[in-house]
Nanobody
């Protein structure tokens, strides 16, 4: 079992910045992919950004140039730096991780955090 705990959400004015953190714990051999998703009121959960084991990144078009995902392998933590925030990004942000849990198996499992609220005021 792997647990993901998000932190860093809150209320910020438009144009401000936040950094979200997601700390993973449990039975972890390696991370294949870690990422952030978000779900706004009345909308489906959508991908925000991902980072692979090779540190390649992928972003939703709407956040390119403003958000940056990074990871600290020693701490099993992924971050999402969010700059130039707009009210449209208000949502619950969820951390996810595709985790290889054993050296004996190449299979991966997907885990989700509980979410952290990000609210951007105009």
């Amino acid at each position: 079992q792997v647990q993901l705990v998000e932190s860093g959400g809150g209320l910020v004015q438009a144009g401000g910045s936040l950094r979200l953190s997601c700390a993973a714990s449990g039975s972890i051999f390696s991370f294949n992919v870690m990422g952030w998703y978000r779900q706004a009121p009345g909308k489906q959960r959508e991908l925000v950004a991902t980072i692979t084991s090779g540190d390649s990144t992928n972003y939703a078009d709407s956040v390119k140039g403003r958000f940056a995902i990074s990871r600290d392998n020693a701490k099993n933590t992924v971050y999402l730096q969010m700059n130039s925030l707009k009210p449209e990004v208000t949502a619950v942000y969820y951390c996810n991780a595709d985790v290889r849990i054993s050296m004996m198996s190449s299979s991966v499992r997907r885990y989700w955090g509980q979410g952290t609220q990000v609210t951007v005021s105009s």
